[in-house]
């Protein structure tokens, strides 16, 4: 089993940064691929960015703002969130997968941007 635990959310300011952090534990070698999703009151998840070896994949809303770094020696994956907008306010979740134990999910964090 892997267990994710997410933080560094809250209530920012448009324009302004956040760095969230995803903990893993567990099993964390059998993952092969890890990923940030969000989901906004009343929206569907949607997948924000992901590594897969050594590609990484920002979705279009968050390219050239997000930058998404894993960090083996310290069992983390981080998102760091720059120029935030309102649109930008969901849930954050951090997912893993691997190939024998299937997906992994964090409880989630909120990320709120307001004036």
């Known amino acids: 089993q892997v267990e994710l635990v997410e933080s560094g959310g809250g209530l920012v300011q448009p324009g302004g940064s956040l760095r969230l952090s995803c903990v893993a534990s567990?099993?964390?070698?059998?993952?092969?691929?890890w990923a940030w999703y969000r989901q906004a009151p009343g929206k569907q998840r949607e997948l924000v960015a992901r590594?897969?070896?050594?590609?990484?994949t920002l979705s279009d809303s968050v390219k050239g703002r997000f930058t998404m770094t894993t960090s083996a020696a310290e069992a983390t994956v981080y998102l760091q969130m720059n120029s935030l907008k309102p649109e930008d306010t969901a849930v954050y979740f951090c997912?893993?997968?691997?190939?024998?134990?299937?997906?992994?999910w964090g409880q989630g964090t909120q990320v709120t941007v307001s004036p």
């Open positions: 997912y893993g997968r691997s190939r024998a134990l299937g997906d992994h």
């Open positions: 567990g099993n964390v070698f059998s993952v092969y691929t």
């Open positions: 590594v897969l070896g050594s590609s990484t």
